[in-house]
């Protein structure tokens, strides 16, 4: 399975982006999804995750209130969208398949990782 994040880009603080992770050789539908992000020089730290029917989710209280993730099984296709962004939200931002239907917090329970797509949010 290869995933293609997208929609990334400069935005100036208190806007939105919504980012895009599409599937190729594989699907998404039976699996849970999430994002997470890099900011430079940090580690990487989990953003939001979503089960394979898209009933649960759970944020970083981070971006808790601002963020969305959501998932449409027929397009094998998820979505992060981002409001009210900050500075602190600058970031290269990475989509995740989970080996199984429901969503994990944790790096290791995932098993494909897209390549990554820079979010960078101006003051």
């Known amino acids: 399975v290869q995933l293609q994040a997208s929609g990334g880009g400069l935005v100036q603080a208190g806007g939105s982006l919504m980012l895009s992770c599409a599937a190729s050789?594989?699907?998404?539908?039976?699996?849970?999804m999430g994002w997470f992000r890099q900011a430079p020089g940090k580690e990487r730290e989990f953003v939001a995750a979503i089960s394979w029917g898209g009933g649960s989710t759970y944020y970083a209280d981070s971006v808790k209130g601002r963020f969305t993730i959501s998932r449409d099984n027929t397009k094998n296709t998820v979505y992060l969208q981002m409001n009210s962004l900050k500075p602190e939200d600058t970031a290269v931002y990475y989509c995740a398949r989970d080996s199984d239907r429901w969503l994990s917090l944790q790096e290791e329970d995932y098993k494909y990782w897209g390549q990554g797509t820079l979010v960078t949010v101006s003051s």
């Open positions: 050789g594989g699907t998404l539908t039976n699996y849970g």
